[in-house]
């Protein structure tokens, strides 16, 4: 299994490398200046999201971002996953698995009332690890 632990500034050039993967995945394009920001606020301990990453021997495997925010719902903050990626060359590997469970113990730390996530419909993969790991509602997401 890899280690998981927190991103850290000198990660840049390894975590560009899967964010731009991650994107093109989503069939997003994003500015530099939103990378850079983005960036910026994952390694900043004092602010959300916040990011973690599965290493092994040096190189990053994946990423995962996620914050904590209220609730009418909940009298705890819940937490939102909000972006999960793994390099192809890892899939299948335990990876992304090991990276939500990271997720959980940090809401678990802060009693969070849930975790949440959302993904493409065209996501298969990603949607059969979901499955075993998550229960899948039937909300419907709307933007402006």
């Given at each position: 299994?890899?280690?998981?632990r927190a991103l850290q500034p000198s990660d840049r050039g390894q975590w560009e490398i899967l964010w731009k993967g991650y994107?093109?995945?989503?069939?997003?394009?994003?500015?530099?200046?939103?990378?850079d920001a983005t960036f910026a606020r994952l390694v900043d301990e004092r602010q959300a999201p916040y990011g973690l990453v599965a290493e092994r021997e040096g190189t990053l495997l994946g990423f995962v971002h996620y914050l904590f925010h209220s609730s009418t719902w909940s009298l705890n903050d819940i937490c939102y996953l909000e972006d999960l990626f793994v390099d192809p060359a890892a899939r299948g590997g335990?990876?992304?698995?090991?990276?939500?469970?990271?997720v959980y113990?940090?809401?678990d730390r802060v009693k969070a009332g849930s975790v949440y996530w959302m993904t493409q419909e065209f996501n298969a993969d990603g949607r059969a690890l979901y499955d075993t790991l998550a229960h899948r509602t039937s909300l419907i997401r709307y933007e402006r």
């Open positions: 299994m890899p280690d998981i994107l093109r995945f989503y069939r997003q394009h994003l500015s530099d200046a939103v990378t335990g990876v992304a698995r090991a990276l939500i469970h990271a113990a940090a809401a």
